[in-house]
């Protein structure tokens, strides 16, 4: 049984979607201990334990552990089937998360299959499923998989309620991930956003393209951000950047809370933007964080630059290693951009079937 130390590095929850995600999919059991060790809150928090019971329905696997505030867990996997599946994150935990953490069993899966989740849709310390939908999986499928996200309703912090769907096909039975080919240099000529409320007047929504609108103004890019009012069953606000630039794919988020001004979400997204124009990479932090396991599933060796190096990345690679024969080297400094090599291990579908 793979041994997994949760304090390890940045500490946090993507230690335990990695460690599921490649768990299920290679059929590898773990146990870790010391879950979230360096978060003011120890331990499974409600949308961690919801990844864990969503990959023990697709994998039939054993699980102990698996209760709120549990810093141990141990995860049995059986084998992954695909199908028809419907999970309740509850309140306002991320679905994006939930979603990531079943895609890598799931594009590799025996069959098709169709995702309903209900949860949080644009909340905070997540990707927002704009994210997802926009910079994640168009890399994802550019590797073979299909994967469709469809919002039927957004969720936001504390009420949740949004709900999300998705089509899986896995890939072809005998094939391997495709290897992307990422350039040295991004070359962004123009953003495209969204500033959106739900259940607030649109002033507000406007008020946040303004402030992005005068953050961004130093570049003299083309920029347009569409102005929207959403459905969802409580108030929220959200702004989501995407850079437009050929291969070189990003994305920059922030989400509104109470008492956060629209000024401020508008000019977070923003600036976050304006950081990774003016340093050297093409991935964006939180893409480059997303894409290593599918990097490391995949053929060959992919390189990718990217305009900063995280403790997240770099735990990741940690987990990513425990489970697959990979080599990987990165080259820079945390928190600077730089450039993240991995020698994949090639695996194909029918290495996991049955």
Not at 190 to 216: C, F, T
Request: aromatic fraction near 8%; include cysteine; glycine fraction near 12%.
């Amino acid at each position: 049984m793979i041994e997994i130390d949760g304090g390890y590095g940045e500490g946090g929850g993507q230690i335990i979607r990695t460690a599921l995600g490649l768990s299920s999919l290679l059929k590898l059991p773990f146990r870790i201990y010391h879950i979230r060790k360096n978060r003011p809150k120890p331990g499974l928090r409600a949308q961690h334990l919801a990844g864990v019971r969503a990959v023990k329905t697709i994998s039939s696997a054993s699980v102990e552990g698996d209760r709120i505030d549990s810093t141990e867990l141990a995860f049995q996997p059986g084998t992954v089937k695909g199908g028809d599946y419907r999970f309740d994150i509850g309140t306002a935990g991320a679905t994006p998360l939930v979603l990531q953490t079943l895609l890598p069993p799931l594009v590799f899966a025996d069959a098709e299959s169709h995702l309903v989740l209900s949860g949080g849709t644009h909340v905070p310390i997540s990707p927002p499923m704009h994210f997802i939908r926009e910079i994640f999986l168009p890399v994802l499928t550019g590797m073979g998989p299909e994967v469709k996200v469809s919002l039927r309703v957004y969720g936001f912090y504390p009420r949740g309620g949004g709900e999300v769907e998705a089509h899986v096909r896995p890939i072809m039975e005998g094939a391997s991930l495709h290897r992307p080919a990422f350039p040295e240099k991004k070359s962004v000529w123009a953003v495209r956003g969204i500033s959106a409320v739900a259940n607030l007047p649109l002033s507000i929504a406007e008020r946040q393209k303004k402030a992005a609108m005068e953050v961004l103004r130093e570049i003299k890019i083309d920029t347009d951000i569409k102005v929207t009012s959403v459905s969802a069953p409580s108030p929220g606000t959200f702004v989501f950047l995407k850079a437009e630039g050929g291969a070189c794919i990003a994305g920059f988020s922030s989400v509104g809370i109470r008492g956060k001004r629209a000024e401020v979400v508008g000019s977070e997204a923003a600036s976050a933007f304006l950081q990774y124009y003016h340093r050297d990479g093409c991935i964006d932090p939180h893409l480059a964080d997303q894409i290593v396991i599918y990097l490391a599933l995949a053929p060959g060796t992919t390189s990718f630059t990217t305009t900063a190096i995280t403790p997240h990345l770099l735990t990741n690679l940690a987990v990513i290693k425990k489970f697959l024969d990979v080599q990987y080297t990165v080259e820079g400094q945390v928190s600077g951009p730089g450039r993240i090599s991995i020698r994949g291990a090639g695996y194909s579908r029918k290495c996991f079937s049955g």
